[in-house]
Structures are given as structure tokens and as C-alpha cells.
């Protein structure tokens, strides 16, 4: 690899070109070839951005011996499939989340990166970033946590057009998408990795015209406290997320992206912790994962904070009765 990491995209949208901003930065990754079903976006995104090979088909990029890893930015209910037939092709992937649409695909795709000996990773980017370690440390002058409530509410630009009777992916079901998979995600996967898997979940949806989630609540039961998770696409919040101690509260701005926190003791004063956070916060997690590519790192740690993500949201989807295709008999 010569120092380098040479990857290949799938998807052209707002969230790849947020990704290429942060690898730009990343002195580990080569932007080498993009890949999508229309060739008129490939060649046109390629173009953009300076690369020579652009793909209309997954076996083309999966073949190409240019290509050591590959960022999958495609509808979640494609995830499964174009990462584990990567995989199988010798390829590292790291997967936009929800990495998966539920357990069992998370499953296949874990096992077809041990069997292949690559490097598979969840792009989370709020957990990579800088914020949540900075959280981790500071937990301690709480003293016994007792609640969490994380939330994550914001009034999706898409939504306008929903209304409109313009449904595009991000409210489309049968896609493995909704509130829950494309927003809630955040707070789930930043409650299991603080706190574990709780005992015990309970679950209610604000459901939409078409069937899908606009909004919801996760409470998660554990034997010395209890979890409110808060998420919507439909509605904006303006109040912190926060962790409830015995000692004192912790204030966090953004679950999403972590840059200010503020911890309330009960004794009147507060502590104010800013978060130096690159604007370009993809940067962290390309960096991560091209680490553990070019240094052989282990990833057992992400992993298990996957499957726990997945196995919470597949609970607090039965209990809601959200249903994808991708679960059919699973759920």
C-alpha cells in the first residue's frame, strides 16, 4: 500500500462529499475511483474531484487492484450486501451508519471480514471524534450516574417536501430507513458505548402518512439507573442532552457533535469543557480506520458497540412494529 490507503466511494450525495472533505485532510487515504449505478453521476462526480475511475457496477470497483478499501454511502438496506461482496473481494470497508438494517446482517458482515482478514468499521462519526472520549474522562466527578437522557432532534430539510407528497429516501421504509435508523442512531450507539447493553427497553414511535418513523423514545432500563433516549426528524430540540449524577449533572451540546460540555455541581459551581473539534469531523473516523488497515489494529471494541446498537434498535423496533423487508424473518 505504500503508506497509503487508496479508496473508492459508493454514493455521490451530501454525506460522501462530507467525507471527502475529511479525507482530504487525512495524509492516510488516496481518493482513487467512485462508484454508482448512473454513469452520468459517476463521471461527473470523478470529474469534481480530480479521480480517473469511475464504476457503474459494484464488480468493477469490487475487482480493481487499485483499490484497497472502500466507503459505502448507499441506502442502509444496501449496506449488507455491497459490503460483504466487497469483503469477499479483498476489500476494507467502512460503512456509513446504521451499518447495517438489523442484527443478523451485522452478523454476516462481521464474519466476512474475519474470514477475509479485513478491516471493517461502522462510520460513526460522532463516536470517533474527539467529544465522546472527553465525556468518558470526565464521567467520574458525577459520581453514581442515576439517569441519561441523550437526545437528538432535528426538523429534516426532507421533510418539507414529504409534506409536499415528495418522498425521498430518508422517509422510505422499505429502504431500512425512519427516524430511528438515520438520527435515534446516534443516541443509541452513544448509550451502549458509555453505559452497555441496558437490562430492559421500552419503545413508542410518532409514525407518518406512509408508515414510517418521524420520531421516538427508547427508555432503557438498568439495574442502578435509567436511559431516556429522544430522537425526531420532524421536530428540533433545543435543550442539551444530559447525565445525572449523584455528584453533579453533565450538560451535552450535541449528541451528534460533541463540542461543549458543562458540568453542574451540586454544590453551585460549574465546570465548562470546549471540545476542539475539526469542522471536517469525518476526518477522524477515515483516520481511525486507515490506521487499523496500515497497523493491523484490532477493531473488537467498535464491533461489540455495533452489535449492541443493532440489537437495541432491532428490540426497539419490534416493540414499535417497524418492519423492513431486510428483516423478513428476523423480527
Given at each position: 500500500m505504500n503508506g497509503k490507503i487508496r479508496i473508492g466511494t459508493i454514493g455521490t450525495g451530501k454525506i460522501v462529499r462530507r467525507f471527502l472533505a475529511g479525507i482530504a485532510k487525512c495524509p492516510l487515504i488516496e481518493y482513487q475511483a467512485v462508484y454508482s449505478r448512473s454513469e452520468?453521476?459517476?463521471k461527473d462526480f470523478a470529474a469534481e474531484y480530480g479521480v480517473e475511475k469511475y464504476y457503474t457496477t459494484l464488480e468493477g470497483l469490487a475487482q480493481d487492484p487499485d483499490i484497497d478499501g472502500v466507503y459505502i454511502a448507499s441506502p442502509n438496506f444496501l449496506h449488507c450486501e455491497q459490503a460483504v461482496f466487497l469483503m469477499e473481494h479483498g476489500k476494507h470497508v467502512l460503512v456509513e451508519k446504521p451499518v447495517a438494517s438489523n442484527e443478523r446482517e451485522l452478523e454476516r458482515m462481521q464474519q466476512a471480514a474475519q474470514r477475509n482478514h479485513v478491516v471493517f468499521l461502522e462510520a460513526m462519526r460522532s463516536i470517533f471524534a474527539p467529544g465522546y472520549q472527553v465525556i468518558q474522562e470526565n464521567l467520574p466527578k458525577l459520581g453514581q450516574i442515576r439517569r441519561v437522557t441523550l437526545q437528538y432532534c432535528q426538523y429534516s430539510s426532507?421533510?418539507?417536501n414529504f409534506k409536499k407528497g415528495i418522498i425521498e429516501n430518508a422517509f422510505k421504509p422499505e429502504l431500512s430507513n425512519g427516524a430511528l435508523m438515520d438520527i435515534g442512531v446516534y443516541c443509541v450507539y452513544?448509550?451502549?458505548m458509555l453505559f452497555g447493553m441496558p437490562d430492559k427497553i421500552q419503545a413508542q414511535g410518532v409514525f407518518l402518512e406512509n408508515g414510517v418513523d418521524g420520531a421516538g423514545t427508547i427508555i432503557?432500563?438498568?439495574?442502578?439507573k435509567q436511559a431516556e433516549?429522544?430522537?425526531s426528524k420532524i421536530t428540533d430540540s433545543s435543550s442539551p442532552s444530559q447525565i445525572q449524577g449523584e455528584k453533579?449533572?453533565?450538560l451535552i451540546s450535541e449528541v451528534g457533535r460533541v463540542q461543549e460540555l458543562t458540568i453542574c455541581y451540586r454544590n453551585g459551581e460549574t465546570e465548562q469543557i470546549s471540545i476542539d473539534l475539526d469542522p471536517d469531523d469525518m476526518v477522524y473516523e477515515a483516520g481511525i480506520w486507515?490506521?487499523?488497515i496500515l497497523n493491523h489494529k484490532e477493531t473488537k471494541a467498535y464491533d461489540q458497540y455495533s452489535r449492541m446498537e443493532m440489537k437495541l434498535m432491532d428490540e426497539a423496533r419490534k416493540l414499535m412494529g417497524i418492519c423492513f423487508p431486510a428483516d423478513k424473518g428476523t423480527l
Open positions: 452520468e453521476k459517476a426532507r421533510y418539507d452513544a448509550l451502549v432503557g432500563i438498568y439495574p442502578d433516549l429522544i430522537y453533579a449533572n453533565m486507515a490506521d487499523c
